[in-house]
Structures are given as C-alpha cells and as structure tokens.
C-alpha cells in the first residue's frame, strides 16, 4: 500500500513537472489547495536556508487555513540541478525541480486544521504554481491529498 502511493505520487509529481517548471519563489505566499474541492490545507511562506548537499533547504512557516496564528514549520528540499546549481539563484530564477519533506521535519494541517507529521511531494509550474500531494500521518494511517500551490 504505502509503496504504490508513492508510486503514483512520483508519478503525479513526474507529470507536473514535464515540460516548464520553476524553482521555488521564496517571495511568494502559496495557499496550499485540495485539488478538486477548492479547500485549502493553509498558507505557506518560505525562508532560504541554502545549500544542503544535492538541495537547496527552505524553511516554510505552515499557516492554519482556519487560525493564522496557529503555525506549523516545515523543513522543504529542493533538489538542485546541472542547469541550477546555486541555491542563490534556484530562489529567484524558473527551473525545472522537485520540492519535497520528510514528516521527520515537517508538521502541516489536513482540511479539518488539525495538526500531523506530513510529507510534501511536489513539482513546480509557472501556469499552476506547485502541484503534487500532501501525505498527513498517524498512528500508521495515512491521508492523502492531491494538492496545487496558488501564488
């Protein structure tokens, strides 16, 4: 189970980022949506952390979409590429990448604002913003959501 739903989120995540994509814009807020019902998980705000081996570490402050002051933080890597090697300019500048967390380093909101461990798979459009899914766990369960980032 847990390795087909990684499965298909890679392959979600290899479909958003075919063709144009962009690196991670730390100066953009991003409204985390559930794709296909219009609810949003939060907001998310980024702080560069530079480079960390094959990535580029973001800090993202994890806004409630029902309480602002409630905030999760989360650790996102950008992996770097030949054409984008500086974490510098990967922030700034349109790349083809992925974003992704570890639940170790991340905690966000399912749509009811309640908090979890999650793990963040995404790719990145400059038409859609980021696109991919937000995995919530607990207790050995696990939530998925199939997520786009609106700018």
Same mark, same amino acid.
């Given at each position: 189970?847990?390795?087909?739903?990684?499965? @298909?989120?890679?392959?979600?995540?290899? &479909?958003?980022?075919?063709?144009? @994509?962009?690196?991670?814009?730390? @100066?953009?807020?991003?409204?985390?949506?559930?794709? &296909?019902?219009?609810?949003s998980l939060g907001v998310l705000t980024f702080t560069p952390? &530079?480079?960390?081996?094959?990535?580029?570490?973001y800090l993202a402050d994890w806004y409630s979409p029902y309480n602002p002051n409630d905030v999760n933080i989360c650790v996102l890597q950008e992996l770097r590429t030949p054409f984008g090697p500086s974490c510098i300019f990967n922030e700034r500048v349109n790349l083809s990448t992925v974003v992704s967390s570890s639940p170790a380093l991340c905690a966000g909101?399912?749509?009811? &604002?309640?908090?979890?461990?999650?793990?963040?798979?995404?790719?990145?459009s400059p038409i859609s913003g980021l696109t991919g899914v937000a995995i919530f766990s607990c207790a050995g369960l696990m939530q998925t959501y199939p997520v786009s980032g609106l700018c």
């Open positions: 189970m847990k390795t087909s739903l990684l499965v @298909a989120a890679a392959a979600l995540v290899a &479909g958003s980022i075919a063709g144009s @994509a962009s690196a991670l814009d730390v @100066a953009q807020v991003v409204n985390l949506q559930v794709d &296909g019902i219009g609810r952390l &530079g480079v960390d081996g094959p990535f580029c570490d909101f399912n749509l009811k &604002g309640e908090t979890f461990p999650a793990s963040l798979l995404l790719g990145e």
